[in-house]
């Protein structure tokens, strides 16, 4: 198996279609795929199960175990058997849902639009343009690696509510990506060091995401006349307001360990004393004993109690409810790896050395990455997830993906895939 095809041929392929794939980000980017709009996340899979078809990809779909969600979809093209036995795998990971409802895109004018070497308009960075990453990177393997490309079965895994990190998706993941998967590949956004960091141009990788715990805070007080009875009350929201001052102290940005109220709520009317009150919050840390030590401080306060009642000692209660929890993924020996093959590749193309990061933001690689090895940050470069909006003095931009970034990052994953199939010691059967 040769594996040193001329670079420059697969850059002149890449660029001579740029525009078929740029065309299908917009058939894409024009579906509204909203998390809590299944029809439209469902429209978006058949939409990229008929886009993956060419190619020989087959669709499965499997409805959320939640209901407002769509179905998830995983893409598979079973590689041909080798010397050694059944063909090993690679897991491609993007998702289909976006954080803007279609009342937001249409209030905000949120659309496709090209504006220089900008394309505008929502999930071009995160995750659409991920996704028409992999067909690029797929099309490429296809002509120039074709014993990489039929000797890999190859599955991609798209999430239909990875916005809302539905647990349900990494339990079919790690049931898919079984022992046989060289990798899973996770085709997020990607970052290039800017002016100023020291290395403007070179590539970054995800090789770390903080893990994150979702808390309920009720607190239970004594509702009183706020006139006749006030000794007699036991407020909840000041009781409450003591409770996220304490949370508030628990960030500690030394050990990247932050605490965030997100919600509060509490009280019925101006003249009685709230008997209930509650917040809702979440957590974040990268490393998983400091992630472990902030579910104890919080699952502590269930004995906090500052507020009584001042006529009989009447107590407010606090109950913490860890409502769900995703737990980091540190830097481990798997993802450097794979972050060591990238890099290798990166020198290949005399790209210039990559650089790691750790994100505070999570993704569907925290199910994955200890139970084989993972990667991310392998999609286009853009920026300003998750907003829509835009002003006139440039303060405020909508999300947006860079053109130029399509071509040599999908030269990046070609060559880095061939290599990692190379140094797995994978013998792939020549077709006849």
């Known amino acids: 198996m040769s594996l040193t095809p001329i670079h420059t041929d697969i850059r002149s392929y890449l660029e001579r279609n740029l525009h078929v794939y740029l065309d299908l980000l917009h058939q894409m980017v024009a579906i509204n795929s909203f998390t809590l709009n299944p029809k439209g996340v469902n429209g ?11 190619l020989s990809f087959m669709p499965e779909f499997f409805p959320s175990t939640d209901f407002r969600y769509g179905r998830h979809l995983v893409l598979t093209r079973v590689g041909r058997r080798g010397p050694d036995g059944p ?63 039929d000797g890999i079965t190859w599955r991609i895994l798209l999430n239909a509510a990875e916005e809302v990190l539905s647990p349900d ?45 979702r808390y309920r805070v009720t607190v239970n007080g004594r509702g009183a006349h706020a006139g006749a009875y006030h000794r007699k ?42 008997h209930e009150a509650a917040a809702s919050l979440e957590m974040r840390a990268f490393d998983p004993v400091v992630f472990e030590g902030g579910v104890d401080r919080m699952l502590a306060l269930n004995d906090y109690c500052t507020v009584r009642s001042s006529e009989d000692g009447y107590p407010c209660t606090v109950r913490v409810d860890v409502e769900g929890r995703w737990a980091p993924w ?82 990046l994953n070609v060559a880095a895939i061939v290599r990692l199939v190379e140094e797995s010691g994978v013998r792939l059967m020549r077709g006849i």
Do not use: C
Not at 44 to 54: C, E, R, S
Not at 245 to 272: A, C, P, S
């Open 233 to 274: 009350g036991a407020n909840a929201i000041v009781q409450l307001a003591d409770v996220i001052r304490e949370i508030h102290d628990f960030t500690d940005y030394d050990r990247d360990l932050t605490f965030n109220v997100g919600t509060i709520m509490g009280g019925t009317v101006i003249n009685r004393v709230p």
């Open 87 to 149: 063909a090993p795998a690679i897991g491609l990971i993007s998702h289909l849902d976006t954080v803007y409802p279609a009342a937001e895109e249409e209030a905000n004018d949120f659309r496709f639009r090209i504006e220089g070497d900008r394309i505008y308009g929502p999930g071009t960075v995160d995750i659409k343009g991920g996704t028409v990453m992999i067909y690029m990177v797929l099309d490429a393997l296809r002509q120039f690696y074709p014993e990489v490309f």
């Open 169 to 213: 998706f990494g339990e079919l993941s790690r049931r898919t990506l079984d022992d046989g998967t060289l990798a899973a590949l996770v085709f997020e956004g990607g970052d290039a060091a800017r002016k100023g960091d020291g290395e403007e141009g070179h590539y970054r990788l995800v090789t770390a995401r903080k893990g994150m715990a």
């Open 330 to 411: 540190p830097p481990n020996d798997g993802t450097q790896g794979l972050f060591d093959i990238w890099n290798a590749a990166a020198a290949e193309l005399e790209m210039g050395a990559i650089g790691p990061q750790a994100r505070g933001g999570l993704s569907d690689g925290n199910w994955l990455w200890d139970s084989l090895p993972t990667i991310d940050g392998l999609g286009p470069e853009g920026d300003n997830s998750h907003s829509s909006e835009r002003s006139a003095d440039g303060s405020k931009e909508q999300e947006y993906v860079r053109v130029s970034s399509f071509v040599p990052k999908a030269l």
């Open 44 to 54: 978006l899979g058949k939409l990229t199960a008929d886009m993956f078809l060419p």
